[in-house]
């Protein structure tokens, strides 16, 4: 018989020095995946060329419609990362599946920063948009269910809502990051016509090579002693869709929990942006700085929030979110599209937000305590995949549409309902800090 080892105990200093490496990895995936749509305002143009019969505020918005739609194919890809990554995570390790996703995403940044415009090089230039995406959709589809599955177990039983909350800290902070490098480059940099001709390409080339860096640093990451210890056991079951089909419940939990909170969530951190310009009426360089502003108080409370649910549970905090965001998305979104004020834009964005982060600090432990070591990555990465597709990566694109068949309002009703779905999930699933599958590794 094999000698079945031990897995290596982890020490405190470890497992921080563990997180901190994973979460700066995770940083860098969202920044790349940000910088995409923080810079679309500029760079929309330069893929899809003007129409004739269209007024310059319809062309804006017909431009901006196309880099939504290849924004929402990216997250199509995102369920076949979440599938391919996930089996890979469960299967050769949470520390080497994330080492590969930051190197898929590096590539992705890298074709969007040299790809020519359309004026060079005609129909090849929306096409290699859509391949960069179709890749960065691979990646970040695998990171977010490897990292979230990685950073819940890498924390103590006690702390591991607070710890697992960092995954959005730096999804945030990325986002924060993309929106920061853009204030530069309007404010301190370039010019605006510069920014539309060539600066857009400064950022993704930032990312690839950042991601590159975070390579080599994944690579001294710690493994998770649940993954080392379910290592032991020989299973040709781990991680493949056969044993994610022995959790239907937890499968339809993931789904359910994650299609009002991501919905919510796109809309008011990556939308927010063009909503202030193409509805509000905000010059560009406000509507930056609005979402900057908002974000890094967003990116502060996530721990707060995590903390909050080590003591109370999850479940509070999920119907909290449930409640005020199906009562106040409506009211928050008709003040915002009449404001003229920054202050009040800056206000009502940071009031969603708060509300949101009773789904996004513990939405990545929740769904991690739902399942066993074997199949966890993969049934965290997966189905929220699919759900975050379906109604995160298409927010924009449905906004817009509504807005260019003068229905804006709709849209508003449609992320209400959603939250609203999301709710009755909320009341009726257990609190999966006391019913966790991580208690007995």
Request: glycine letters at 10%.
């Amino acid at each position: 018989m094999n000698e079945i080892k031990s897995p290596i105990p982890q020490t405190m200093g470890g497992r921080i020095k563990s997180i901190i490496g994973g979460s700066l990895g995770n940083l860098v995936e969202w920044y790349d995946w940000y910088a995409y749509t923080a810079f679309s305002l500029y760079f929309s143009d330069a893929f899809f060329p003007p129409q004739a019969q269209l007024s310059s505020s319809e062309n804006q918005t017909v431009q901006l419609l196309n880099t939504a739609g290849i924004f929402a194919i990216g997250f199509l890809m995102r369920p076949i990362g979440g599938w391919v990554m996930g089996t890979f995570a469960d299967k050769r390790g949470r520390k080497t599946a994330l080492t590969f996703s930051v190197l898929l995403m590096s590539v992705g940044s890298l074709i969007i920063a040299i790809t020519p415009g359309y004026k060079s090089i005609g129909v090849a230039a929306p096409i290699l948009l859509v391949l960069a995406r179709i890749i960065q959709g691979l990646s970040v589809g695998g990171e977010y269910g490897t990292s979230a599955t990685y950073l819940s177990e890498m924390a103590t039983k006690k702390h591991r809502g607070f710890y697992s909350s960092f995954q959005y800290v730096t999804l945030i902070m990325g986002q924060l990051l993309a929106l920061g490098v853009l204030v530069l480059l309007q404010r301190a940099f370039l010019s605006e016509k510069q920014l539309h001709d060539w600066g857009w390409r400064i950022p993704f080339g930032i990312g690839a090579i950042l991601a590159v860096t975070t390579m080599y640093l994944r690579r001294s990451l710690q493994e998770s002693a649940s993954f080392e210890k379910e290592g032991t056991k020989p299973n040709a079951l781990n991680g493949t869709i056969k044993a994610l089909t022995q959790h239907p419940k937890a499968v339809f939990t993931v789904v359910g929990l994650t299609i009002g909170g991501t919905l919510a969530f796109y809309t008011f951190t990556t939308y927010m942006q063009k909503f202030l310009v193409n509805t509000s009426g905000f010059s560009k360089s406000a509507a930056t700085l609005i979402s900057t502003l908002t974000l890094a108080v967003f990116m502060v409370i996530q721990p707060l929030f995590g903390l909050l649910s080590d003591k109370i549970g999850r479940k509070p905090l999920l119907i909290g979110f449930g409640i005020l965001g199906t009562l106040c998305t409506i009211p928050i979104m008709t003040l915002l599209s009449h404001t003229k004020d920054v202050w009040v834009a800056f206000a009502l964005i940071l009031c969603a937000l708060i509300i949101v982060s009773g789904y996004t600090s513990i939405n990545a432990v929740v769904k991690a305590e739902l399942f066993p070591a074997n199949v966890r990555a993969l049934g965290v990465g997966f189905p929220y995949a699919i759900a975050v597709s379906l109604f995160g990566g298409t927010a924009e694109y449905i906004a817009l549409w509504f807005k260019n068949e003068h229905h804006a309002q709709w849209f508003y009703w449609y992320v209400t309902v959603c939250i609203a779905l999301s709710l009755i999930l909320y009341v009726t699933m257990n609190d999966t800090r006391k019913h966790s599958k991580m208690e007995d590794e």
